[in-house]
Structure formats: C-alpha cells, structure tokens
C-alpha cells in the first residue's frame, strides 16, 4: 500500500501525519483497496483545520511528524468526560458549541466537535431544502451548532448527534405571519423531487407547490405561486405556481 499523509505547514515547519494519524481506519473498506480509500478520505478534508500532538522533531530540515488522532483523544477526555465540581460536562445535550466542517458530501457535512466527529445530514443543516451540502459548506469553515445527544458509553469514542438549524432561529415562526392565504408571491425554484416543486420564498421559507401543466420546472427558475394553505403548528405552507420563468 502506497504511504498517504497530511501536510501542514506551520511557519518555517512542514508538519507531516501518517494517514492512520491523522483520520480514524474505516470498518469496512467496502472491497475497495485500502490506499484507495484512505486517501479519498484525507483528500476530501483539504482545507480542514488540524489539532495535532507533536510526535518528533527533525531541526536541521525543519520536519514535523504529528498525531492529530491523539490530539483529538486529549480534547475528548477533556470536554466530554471531565467535569468540574458540580459534576457538569463541558459538552452536553442542548448546548449551542462551535465546530469546525472537516469534510462536505453532498448528503452533509462531517465536522469535528471538540475531538468528537460529527456527521451532520443535509435535513439538519437549515430549514430551507437544499439539494447538496457543498454548494453551501467546505472544509476549513466554523458552525455554530446544537448538540442533540450525548453518548458516553465508550470512553474512547463518545458518539454526538448535533444539529445546524437547531441552533439558530426558526425563519417560519416569524416569517408565515407575512404571507396570507390566496395572496400571490414571487419566489425561486430551490428544489423539485417526487413531493412536488418548493418555492423558496423572503424570510427563509419554502413553499410547497403542484407540478405546474407545463412541466417540471428548473431550479433557480423565478415562480409566482398562490398560497393554499398556512400551518403555523407544523411550519408548513403550501400553494399553487401561477407563472414562470427561467433564469437567463
């Protein structure tokens, strides 16, 4: 197997991690070859901010070899099983914690919470309907999030569920109290799938609409929809595309 590393340059040094320092061995490679894999994995969190431990010093060609695998460990006992003298975590369930996006599909986005990875999936990065992660995140970017669920039934690897959306304000509670029902708004095609066309909408919305007769729209086609329907329950509202048109 070919030898695949991360390299950081830190002033006048080059700071150099093996592949298994510096990203966790999957458990299943899936009858894919290991290097293969491996440095898809690495290649797909260029531009990721790095924790790492100092391992050895070359002075003389000024090279660094680095653990970031056990850089994460320190900061995961840390904050996620040390307590102070209330018997608190640092991390728990309901806190609102920065974290850094370390790596984009286009289902979501894995980050990197205190030493904990995270793979947050597309529904719970915002409230509108996006379509693809990376058309909005890449790695190197700070989130601010909500952390859902805490596991600490192993030590080593407390798993963590977090949430984007949930940690900022909810745009339909403030903004379907603008939009009325029969009246007509002007909005932009963010998604068609099998539920029908969503139009989104000022304020962050998107509105759920009928396959028009004339087919199935473009995304970032502007749309005049007419509102159907309002549920300010379920943050929900729905209509009907009375014109369309394409982007130039």
Same mark, same amino acid.
């Given at each position: 197997?070919?030898?695949?590393?991360?390299?950081?340059?830190?002033?006048?040094?080059?700071?150099?991690?093996?592949?298994?320092?510096?990203?966790?061995?999957?458990?299943?490679?899936?009858?894919?070859?290991?290097?293969?894999?491996?440095?898809?994995?690495? /290649?797909?969190?260029?531009?990721?901010?790095?924790?790492?431990?100092?391992?050895?010093?070359?002075?003389?060609?000024?090279?660094?070899?680095?653990?970031?695998?056990?850089?994460?460990?320190?900061?995961?006992?840390?904050?996620?099983?040390r307590t102070d003298r209330d018997g608190n975590y640092?991390?728990?369930?309901?806190?609102?914690?920065?974290?850094?996006?370390?790596?984009?599909?286009?289902?979501?986005?894995?980050?990197?919470?205190?030493?904990?990875?995270?793979?947050?999936?597309?529904?719970?990065?915002?409230?509108?309907?996006?379509?693809?992660?990376?058309?909005?995140?890449?790695?190197g970017q700070r989130v601010l999030v909500r952390v859902?669920?805490?596991?600490?039934?192993?030590?080593?690897?407390?798993?963590?569920?977090?949430?984007?959306?949930?940690?900022?304000?909810?745009?339909?509670?403030?903004?379907?109290?603008?939009?009325?029902?029969?009246?007509?708004?002007?909005?932009?095609?963010?998604?068609?799938?099998?539920?029908?066309?969503?139009?989104?909408?000022?304020?962050?919305?998107?509105?759920?609409?009928?396959?028009?007769?004339?087919?199935?729209?473009?995304?970032?086609?502007?749309?005049?929809?007419?509102?159907?329907?309002?549920?300010?329950? /379920?943050?929900?509202?729905?209509?009907?595309?009375?014109?369309?048109?394409?982007?130039?």
């Amino acid at each position: 197997m070919r030898l695949h590393y991360a390299v950081i340059y830190h002033g006048d040094f080059k700071v150099i991690i093996p592949v298994l320092e510096a990203i966790e061995e999957p458990a299943d490679y899936r009858g894919q070859p290991k290097g293969d894999v491996l440095h898809y994995l690495l /290649n797909k969190r260029l531009g990721a901010e790095v924790d790492y431990i100092v391992k050895g010093i070359d002075q003389e060609h000024n090279v660094v070899a680095g653990s970031r695998l056990e850089a994460m460990a320190l900061k995961r006992r840390e904050y996620y099983f040390r307590t102070d003298r209330d018997g608190n975590y640092q991390i728990y369930e309901g806190i609102r914690a920065e974290a850094r996006v370390i790596s984009v599909i286009r289902a979501g986005v894995f980050v990197d919470l205190f030493g904990a990875e995270c793979y947050i999936p597309l529904r719970e990065l915002s409230y509108q309907r996006w379509v693809d992660a990376a058309q909005h995140y890449q790695p190197g970017q700070r989130v601010l999030v909500r952390v859902l669920e805490v596991d600490r039934s192993d030590r080593n690897h407390p798993r963590v569920t977090a949430s984007v959306k949930q940690a900022m304000e909810n745009p339909y509670e403030k903004a379907l109290k603008k939009y009325v029902v029969g009246n007509r708004y002007v909005g932009t095609v963010s998604m068609v799938d099998l539920n029908g066309v969503f139009v989104s909408l000022d304020g962050g919305i998107d509105c759920l609409c009928t396959y028009p007769k004339r087919g199935r729209p473009p995304r970032g086609a502007r749309a005049t929809v007419r509102i159907l329907g309002i549920n300010h329950e /379920n943050n929900r509202i729905w209509g009907v595309i009375t014109h369309m048109s394409t982007m130039r």
